[in-house]
């Protein structure tokens, strides 16, 4: 069962910011936040990840409530190839564990 | 870095028959990878774990005689799935972790899928 909560479906204008939230009120001090994306028929594609710290790269924003129960990724200009279901996941350092998917958003960018 | 390559990308097959499909990474060394399963319009259901020269892990309910994993090498797994029937039908994607100083860390394949008719 997953352990992160996101909403089914959000959609953003093309050029816009889409800001997907997750809900993971249950972390633990040595779980990270991922951020993964799927596009149709496509195997998952890493995004971003964090701890604690707002992270940024050439792909996305993530943004960490101080109390680590939720989080928010952000694409600052979303484009039409961004429609895809992204999906928030917690991993926890250490060795390898599988990873538990819930449903992901299904974001869909609107020209 | 880090590619996860799956081979075939797509595959057709008759009800019956055996189909093969391989995992490789590419640029590390994977001691650990993992097969998912995922139906239309649904989220990936984990299969298995392997870790090279060790038995598969399997998830409840996933028949271990049915859906063969070999894990025989740090940049190769194979899943056979055998006596497919069109149920099997699905996309599989493997993933790879490995001895990177991020050894959590999950590297997925672009994924097989898989037709039984």
């Known amino acids: 069962d997953a352990k992160t909560t996101q909403p089914p479906s959000m959609d953003c204008a093309e050029g816009r910011a889409a800001n997907l939230p997750c809900n993971h009120s249950t972390i633990s001090g040595n779980e990270y936040v991922y951020w993964y994306r799927q596009i149709h028929s496509q195997g998952p594609q890493y995004i971003i990840h964090?701890?604690?710290n707002n992270e940024t790269n050439e792909m996305a924003s993530l943004i960490i409530t101080e109390d680590r129960k939720s989080s928010t990724l952000i694409l600052p200009h979303a484009t039409l190839r961004d429609t895809a279901v992204y999906y928030c996941i917690l991993i926890s350092s250490g060795s390898a564990r599988q990873l538990t998917f819930g449903s992901g958003t299904q974001l869909t960018v609107l020209p | 870095g880090a590619v996860v390559s799956q081979h075939p990308s797509w595959v057709i097959c008759k009800s019956g028959t055996s189909v093969k499909i391989e995992c490789r990474s590419l640029?590390?060394?994977?001691?650990?990878m993992f097969w998912y399963r995922q139906f239309p319009k649904q989220s990936l259901m984990l299969m298995a774990t392997?870790?090279?020269?060790?038995?598969?892990?399997?998830e409840q309910g996933v028949e271990k005689d049915k859906f063969l994993i070999n894990h025989a090498s740090l940049t190769l797994s194979t899943l056979t799935v055998t006596s497919a029937h069109p149920e099997d039908s699905s996309f599989y994607i493997c993933s790879a972790s490995g001895r990177e100083a991020v050894s959590y860390e999950q590297y997925f394949g672009p994924g097989t899928r898989l037709t039984v008719t």
């Open positions: 640029d590390f060394q994977a001691t650990t």
């Open positions: 392997s870790n090279e020269g060790s038995k598969a892990t399997y």
């Open positions: 964090g701890l604690k």
